[in-house]
């Protein structure tokens, strides 16, 4: 089983280096740590009082795990999901913010579990989760992986600008897609032609 930091390395290398696509809502973005990321944690690196895309450039590989470690896995507790979720939950954090836990919670509540939907990891969502988790934590963590590929494909739906995401040039399976299908067990990954099917729309 991968370690927590292992996970963190993982998603880094995921990302991949500096990109600054005006398609992104997130803006210029280096190993998965964006500027805006980096404006709220006041991360000059450059030491000019600014934090601009100069510092996006600096940040090194090693700081974006600290980063992914201390901000996006134990602040938001994600360290106490069950273990078969946290890889998932942790690596959809690092991609959508609040949007990642708001998909599981979601997810619980069509499971009959009374929660709210805010994003936050608290008492209610701890309760349901643990309890969803039982007997089969995997069916649990495949069941998250497919809510998350259907947000990101709805995300495409609505933004066509964001389907290059989710659909390479070359008509396949997209970065979003792979990476939610990544954490899910093999049966539930979508073959070629019911991918196909599903963006058949976009044209």
Avoid: C
């Avoid at 927590?4 to 740590?33: C, H, L, M, S, W």
């Avoid at 919670?105 to 499971?111: A, D, G, K, S, T």
Wanted: aromatic share 10%; glycine share 10%; charged share 25%.
């Amino acid at each position: 089983m991968q370690t927590v930091r292992q996970i963190a390395e993982g998603i880094v290398a995921r990302e991949g280096g500096f990109v600054n696509d005006p398609d992104d809502p997130g803006g210029a973005t280096k190993y998965g740590v964006t500027i805006h990321t980096m404006r709220r944690l006041g991360l000059d690196l450059t030491g000019d009082g600014r934090v601009d895309v100069a510092d996006v450039r600096s940040l090194s590989r090693a700081q974006a795990v600290e980063i992914f470690l201390d901000h996006y896995f134990a602040r938001p507790r994600i360290g106490e999901m069950p273990g078969a979720l946290q890889a998932s939950l942790f690596d959809m954090y690092v991609n959508a913010g609040g949007y990642a836990v708001k998909i599981l919670q979601r997810l619980l509540r069509e499971m009959g579990y009374a929660l709210s939907v805010d994003g936050v990891i608290g008492p209610q969502t701890l309760r349901a989760v643990r309890a969803a988790a039982v007997p089969d934590a995997v069916a649990l963590r495949d069941a998250y992986g497919v809510a998350r590929r259907n947000y990101y494909f709805r995300l495409a739906d609505r933004r066509p600008a964001s389907r290059k995401y989710a659909r390479t040039r070359a008509g396949g399976k997209g970065g979003w897609i792979r990476r939610a299908e990544e954490f899910m067990s093999q049966r539930y990954r979508m073959s070629e032609a019911e991918f196909q099917r599903r963006v058949s729309a976009w044209g």
